[in-house]
């Protein structure tokens, strides 16, 4: 089956400082990737779509340019979470879409002191 | 705005049980429904994607029913085991006709203990 990576599966920063997170498809090529943001006990809440080659859109609410995403190839989309603050502490999880389905990486926790 | 509710948010089972997870959305007008797994600090699992033609899905103890018209689907699990604690999330693409490719709402998910 179609697997997609997340790299790294946990990291720790300090409050101001960034930090990149990726998001692979292993096994198929995809223009599509999402990236969802999970808050503790609460569900999946999609902050962006992820396009190869453009621009990525961004759900309402969400800061473009606090959360950089970079998709510059059909099997790798990056997301960044600059200045990071204590609130951006989550889980972030990403999803690549095959042309039938969408299959979701394992998640990044992500703490910032 | 789409939005998705699951009831209840945690049921606890003793192993063997029968049980149903329900799940309601507020635009009926969907392509499709799926319902995932997430185990403690990992990610999702696709279970079952229901077409918006179909009535339901089965995999092996897992049956999945959606009636488009009241804006529910229901998760049964047959003879649940310990294995089977996790939470359980349905979701449907956020926007009127949007394909399974889009961008998906998520309910908040059953918290789901099967007790040995």
């Known amino acids: 089956g179609a697997v997609v990576s997340q790299h790294p599966s946990w990291v720790i920063c300090k409050s101001g400082t960034s930090v990149k997170i990726e998001c692979r498809s292993l096994d198929f090529q995809a223009t599509t990737m999402f990236w969802y943001r999970q808050f503790p006990k609460q569900s999946l809440m999609l902050m962006a779509t992820?396009?190869?080659?453009?621009?990525?859109?961004?759900e309402q609410g969400v800061e473009k340019d606090k959360f950089l995403i970079n998709h510059a190839s059909l099997t790798l989309s990056t997301l960044t979470v600059t200045s990071a603050h204590p609130e951006d502490s989550s889980f972030y999880i990403c999803?690549?879409?095959?042309?039938?389905?969408?299959?979701f990486g394992p998640g990044t926790r992500l703490t910032v002191t | 705005k789409q939005e998705v509710t699951q009831i209840p948010a945690a049921l606890s089972v003793p192993e063997g049980e029968n049980l149903v997870l329900n799940c309601s959305f507020t635009?009926?007008?969907?392509?499709?429904l799926q319902w995932f797994r997430q185990d403690p600090g990992k990610g999702l699992t696709s279970l079952l994607l229901i077409q918006s033609s179909q009535r339901e899905q089965t995999s092996g103890r897992l049956n999945a029913s959606l009636d488009k018209s009241s804006g529910r689907s229901t998760l049964y699990i047959a003879a649940s085991q310990p294995g089977d604690s996790a939470t359980y999330l349905c979701a449907v693409p956020t926007g009127i006709q949007e394909t399974s490719g889009s961008r998906l709402t998520f309910g908040e998910g059953t918290q789901l203990t099967v007790n040995p």
């Open positions: 999803s690549a879409w095959t042309g039938a389905q969408q299959y």
């Open positions: 992820s396009n190869e080659g453009s621009k990525a859109t961004y």
């Open positions: 635009d009926s007008a969907i392509y499709n």
